[in-house]
């Protein structure tokens, strides 16, 4: 299985994502300053990703803490969580991360000196453990959309929303996967996903490696490749989806679910509820990430561009609700109304 990411001993080992797919190489941070800059830099990404790697941030901060009382090991935490928070806007992962660790320490509430010590263990643990259960959420999620999948065919994606997005598994992967494994007989439109190239880079490499049967295309192919019948559905991942049902993810989903309405294809989305924002009512409040212009002027180091042109590199896009036929999640299919639907699967449940 692909470590995408995990807590050791000396540190967390993250496999490097921009080196992928020509060099396998991991990167051990010790700090969580040097966990924030790989969240930026995207070494690793994906929103689920992201998240699990923002909780074993903060809890190598804590771990790191020299403090010994708990006024100045609180300080220590908002500036451990303020760090982290400044890497990436999008993907509400990271927020929900930082929440669910924020909430955890604040039960411990720790005095001594050996209740410090605990109080850092009981952050790994934690971290640790959101580490599972995203894997857990995947496999349950592709449980759910396996079923949405056609018995045989083409069914197209956009970016990485694979194992390597996730703590193992994958979203949009992990259906694919789990038809897979149930014996549907799928073969894989991986969209280039410029300019980062996620799709080529690394849903191809992951896919090739569990032998699924996959073909990249650049985005600009992808109409024709439905308008000569070859995609049967459409799954993508998600970086935070609106209380009513709009979904930010990486640049080009729009334009994948537009094309998709045309040609009567089923565009579904497929993503853990931690990544449905119910505060944000619709897509247009969601913050959307601007990156650096080289990612587009240059690909592996060449410019494309003329000097001096204008450039815009929006990292995502929203895709309206009215374009997607489901939201997979791991606690079930959600359909519109999105509002209603999304808010009964994310609402926590008290126990019957
Ligand atoms: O910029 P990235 O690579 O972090 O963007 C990733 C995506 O847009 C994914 O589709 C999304 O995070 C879902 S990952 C399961």
């Known amino acids: 299985m692909i470590q995408t990411l995990e ?17 396998e ?19 690793v ?4 990703a992201i998240g699990v790697a923002a909780a074993m941030g ?14 100045d090991l609180k300080k220590d935490f908002d500036q451990i969580c303020e760090a982290i928070r400044q890497t990436r806007p999008t993907a509400v992962n990271l927020f929900w991360a930082i929440r669910r660790m924020t909430e955890k320490f604040e039960s411990l509430r720790p005095r001594t000196i050996a209740e410090i010590r605990q109080a850092q263990q009981v952050m790994i643990e934690e971290s640790q453990r959101m580490h599972a259960e ?13 079923t949405l999948m056609p018995s045989t065919g083409g069914v197209l994606t956009h970016c990485n929303a694979g194992a390597l997005a996730t703590a193992g598994y994958g979203t949009a992967l992990g259906v694919i996967r789990a038809a897979v ?5 799928i073969h894989v439109y991986a ?13 191809a490499w992951e896919l090739m490696k569990d032998g699924i049967p996959t073909t990249v295309i650049s985005d600009n192919m992808a109409g024709v490749m439905m308008q000569q019948g070859k995609i049967g559905a459409i799954v993508v991942g998600a970086d935070r989806i609106a209380a009513n049902g709009d979904v930010a993810n990486k640049i080009g989903t729009y ?27 619709d897509g247009s409040k969601i913050p959307i990430e601007q990156r650096n212009a080289r990612e587009v002027t240059h690909i592996g180091g060449r410019q494309m561009t003329p000097d001096g042109v204008e450039i815009e590199n929006p990292a995502f896009d929203v895709t309206p609700a009215k374009y997607i036929a489901a939201i997979i999640t791991e606690r079930g299919i959600a359909r519109a109304p999105y509002k209603e639907s999304l808010s009964e699967l994310a609402t926590p449940r008290l126990p019957s």
């Open 25 to 43: 190489v991991y990167v051990t941070c010790t700090t969580h300053q040097q966990v924030a800059d790989v969240i930026r830099n995207m070494v």
């Open 255 to 281: 334009t994948v679910a537009i094309l998709a309405k045309e040609h009567g294809i089923p565009f579904y989305v497929a993503a853990p509820i931690s990544t449905v924002d119910l505060a944000t009512p």
């Open 191 to 203: 969209d280039e996903t410029r300019p980062f190239l996620q799709g080529s880079r690394l849903t």
């Open 134 to 146: 995203d894997i857990a959420a995947n496999q349950a999620m592709g449980r759910h959309g396996a």
């Open 45 to 48: 990404r994906g929103a689920p």
């Open 181 to 185: 494994e149930a014996g549907k007989k």
């Open 7 to 23: 807590w050791t001993e000396s540190g967390v080992v993250f496999i490097d994502q921009t080196k992928l797919p020509t060099e």
């Open 58 to 71: 903060i809890a190598l901060g804590v771990k790191n803490s020299k403090a010994t009382n708990a006024a």
